[in-house]
């Protein structure tokens, strides 16, 4: 297990200064977010990135060691305004289109917490993203990773599933973070959550993150890998098992956190 980290938790920032920083922590990949962790140029629209530009961003990680494991691109995917869908669809696309020449085999997402009260067509419209940014994953050899997460449309496991099994893609896959599945509600069951995800999408995984959960009166909190009570030794084991040398991302760590939360997931296996 090669454990990377999601760029932006350095800070935004030149894309030269940004990966002499990641590769001077000792990670060897990220998860990168353009516009979360880039401010070289402004990537809130698309049209910018172009192959030269491409090229140089991943040559400068590669220059310290770090390669881009995975694009991220977390925007919402079934929003009603129809110029803002079709704008964040361009985004997405774009980044498939330039994900090799950045060196990343993945472009993730979750699909966008709704803000209104969800019926059947926003559904529908989200499947009618998700299959139209996944044809174009096709063309470029890219993998689409959807990640569910509580509060978001897509929020299980289940229903994750259920979307791999109407986009019958091998290029849609799965990212994984079981801290994102776990409730005030559920959290005591936290086995049999992290269980199910494995049974259902285990075979469907591209990528994992990694960060922890604890449960205080009630309610749920996130904190670095290895500070909560999230069950690391059951998620890594199922994860060995399904998807060996898996690219996992730590989340939620500080600087001052980030190289002891590293050992902490190196040593769970």
Not at 163 to 184: H, K, R
Not at 192 to 217: M, P, S, W
Not at 245 to 253: G, L, N, Q, R
Request: with cysteine; hydrophobic share 40%.
């Amino acid at each position: 297990m090669n454990v990377g980290i999601l760029a932006h938790l350095f800070g935004k920032m030149p894309y030269k200064q940004l990966a002499e920083e990641v590769g001077s922590s000792g990670f060897k990949h990220v998860q990168l977010a353009l516009w979360k962790a880039v401010n070289d140029y402004d990537f809130s629209k698309p049209g910018l990135l172009n192959p030269g530009l491409a090229s140089n961003i991943k040559e400068e990680f590669n220059k310290h060691g770090v390669s881009i494991s995975i694009l991220a691109c977390y925007l919402h995917l079934y929003h009603r305004d129809k110029a803002i869908l079709q704008e964040n669809t361009a985004r997405f696309k774009e980044l498939i289109r330039y994900a090799s020449l950045l060196g990343a085999p993945i472009v993730a997402a979750e699909v966008g917490k709704p803000t209104w009260e969800v019926n059947d067509e926003d559904w529908k419209t989200l499947i009618a993203t998700i299959r139209e940014i996944v044809e174009e994953g096709e063309k470029w050899g890219v993998f689409v990773g959807i990640e569910p997460a509580n509060g978001h449309l897509i929020d299980t496991a289940t229903s994750l599933k259920k979307m791999l099994d109407e986009i019958n893609s091998s290029q849609l896959g799965v990212v994984l973070d079981p801290g994102n599945l776990l409730t005030a509600e559920n959290f005591y069951q936290q086995e049999d959550v992290i269980e199910e995800a494995f049974r259902l999408l285990g075979n469907r995984i591209v990528a994992c993150h990694a960060k922890d959960r604890i449960l205080t009166e009630n309610s749920i909190k996130t904190v670095p890998p290895g500070k909560g009570q999230m069950n690391y030794s059951l998620y890594l084991k199922l994860l060995e098992k399904y998807k060996p040398e898996s690219i996992i991302i730590m989340e939620a760590a500080k600087s001052h956190e980030m190289a002891e939360c590293k050992r902490f997931l190196e040593s769970v296996l």
